[in-house]
């Protein structure tokens, strides 16, 4: 069964400095998503992307934030600099979308802890 | 503030036993249900989809729908260990999943 892939597993940075989280979503999907999970809270949207472009974005997804999609395949989050409560895990996630427009599935990648020190 | 609220728990039953996770949402435009299971430092993972008031039934999973009580509902029929996890159920707004804090369940031999 496809699966979204993330990478790294963890990631192990110094306050304030860049860090780029990656992500290849499922091939026929057209929306993707990034989400975080502080330990021990709930799971929270940070940014919906499609067709080339963000189309919504939570209060947490601030200038320090970025998506992209750099080619065909991969989908990036990238935090130009790190705070230390950046620190989380973070969730690639992707769906399609049928004619009638509702909503499909969202489906998970295994995540990226990111560990700002 | 949308919000989606579950129980906490934990909710411990015996091996063998029906599993019943509850879930009441704020958004009355929210069209779209899903429950995930999380296994503690994974991802979360789609079990349950529903989209119309009633129950959909897979395999040893039921969710029901009630759109006019805001209420979602997650049966596990005979409860093994392996269903032990933090069960989160989610709402689609605006094709962002608004999540709430997860009930965890523990089963027990």
């Known amino acids: 069964e496809p699966e979204v892939t993330q990478t790294p597993s963890h990631q192990v940075t110094q306050m304030g400095q860049e860090v780029i989280l990656r992500c290849v979503p499922i091939?026929?999907?057209?929306?993707f998503y990034w989400y975080r999970q502080i330990l021990g809270q709930k799971v929270e949207f940070l940014v919906s992307?499609?067709?080339?472009?963000?189309?919504?974005k939570s209060e947490i997804f601030d200038d320090q934030f970025s998506v992209e999609r750099p080619d065909g395949s991969n989908f990036t989050l990238k935090i130009r600099s790190t705070k230390l409560e950046d620190s989380a895990m973070y969730f690639c996630?992707?769906?399609?979308?049928?004619?009638?427009?509702?909503?499909?599935?969202?489906?998970f990648g295994d995540g990226t802890r990111l560990s700002i020190l | 503030q949308k919000e989606v609220e579950q129980n906490s728990g934990p909710l411990s039953v015996p091996e063998g036993a029906i599993a019943s996770l509850n879930c009441t949402y704020s958004d009355r435009v929210s069209q779209s249900f899903f429950w995930y299971r999380q296994y503690s430092g994974k991802s979360p993972e789609l079990i349950m989809s529903i989209y119309s008031n009633g129950d959909k039934e897979d395999g040893r999973f039921t969710a029901q729908l009630n759109k006019a009580s805001q209420y979602v509902s997650l049966l596990i029929r005979d409860s093994q260990p392996s269903d032990s996890a933090t069960y989160l159920c989610?709402?689609?707004?605006?094709?962002?999943?608004?999540f709430g804090a997860g009930t965890r369940l523990a089963v027990h031999p």
């Open positions: 992307f499609y067709n080339n472009e963000i189309s919504e």
């Open positions: 996630a992707s769906s399609r979308r049928t004619t009638t427009g509702s909503n499909q599935p969202q489906h």
């Open positions: 091939s026929n999907h057209l929306y």
């Open positions: 989610a709402v689609n707004l605006s094709n962002k999943l608004i």
